[in-house]
């Protein structure tokens, strides 16, 4: 009994770890206090769905998903053929076709002060989700920027404000304040919308949330199949286990 108990403890503690790293992976130390942490949620495919024509229409124009093929990802979330190619494939892709981008890495790093986009699939497993929701959230109006935006997650981006239309334009307020040294430096306050954009606050994080899933997903599509293979996997073991508690009082039965 007592190695059982230990067993429930040591699986208890795995799960819970794991989860922790997952949902706290990346990000900047204390932004989350102000744009929040973003929900990961594999299973819900509509999220999944909506990250994929969203991912298509603003951000595959510069950065790729070299390891992904627009056929797999539409199989893999359920999405019909013609679907694909009307709504999510563009400049003359073809079904079958790698998710790349025209652009040679050498222009986009002229046009982008030196700085080329990176593969978002293989990017994202790097720096983690909640990395990119917080970059996606944070960006704030600064003239002295050549896109006219900065960005409290990165610093001096090289990436233009891509969803302004969706969120707006929002002003970043700071002061100044002393750490243990007395050494005083900027530290953010909180964010002011100045120009709205299409979007309520509430409905841009839930874009940034579904463009986030959809990075998760694509930087290791193996994951929904496994996640599908463990499901079945857990009933079959449930199925099975009142299938033996049965055979198992029938076999005793005639021993007491
Ligand atoms: C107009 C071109 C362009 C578009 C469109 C664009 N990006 Fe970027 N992105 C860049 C550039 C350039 C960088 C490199 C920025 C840097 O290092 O300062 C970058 C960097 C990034 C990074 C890496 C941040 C880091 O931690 O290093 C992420 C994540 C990212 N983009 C996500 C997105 C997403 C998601 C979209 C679509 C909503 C998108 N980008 C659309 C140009 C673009």
């Not at 929002?170 to 979007?199: V, Y």
Request: charged share 20%.
């Amino acid at each position: 009994m007592k190695i059982l108990n230990k067993l429930i403890l040591l699986l208890t503690l795995f799960f819970s770890a794991t989860g922790i790293a997952w949902s706290a992976g990346g990000g900047s130390s204390d932004l989350d206090k102000h744009v929040g942490k973003v929900h990961i949620q594999l299973s819900n495919n509509a999220s999944l769905q909506r990250g994929a024509k969203y991912f298509t229409n603003y951000c595959l124009s510069c950065h790729s998903a070299e390891h992904s093929r627009y056929k797999r990802v539409a199989s893999d979330l359920g999405i019909p053929e013609d679907k694909m190619i009307e709504n999510l494939i563009f400049t003359g892709k073809k079904f079958g076709d790698l998710m790349t981008v025209a652009m040679k890495r050498e222009d986009a790093q002229k046009w982008f002060l030196g700085v080329a986009p990176p593969d978002l699939s293989t990017h994202t497993r790097v720096i983690g989700p909640q990395a990119v929701y917080e970059f996606l959230m944070t960006f704030y109006i600064d003239d002295s920027r050549p896109f006219g935006v900065n960005n409290l997650y990165l610093n001096n981006t090289a990436m233009p404000h891509v969803l302004a239309d969706l969120q707006g334009l929002q002003r970043g307020e700071f002061h100044m304040e002393a750490d243990a040294n007395g050494i005083e430096h900027k530290e953010f306050s909180q964010f002011e919308l100045i120009q709205p954009g299409s979007l309520s606050e509430d409905e841009y994080k839930q874009v940034v949330t579904d463009i986030v899933n959809f990075l998760v997903y694509l930087s290791e599509p193996a994951r929904l199949v496994r996640a599908k293979v463990g499901t079945g996997v857990l009933l079959f073991l449930a199925f099975f286990g009142v299938i033996a508690y049965f055979l198992k009082k029938n076999y005793w039965q005639d021993v007491h």
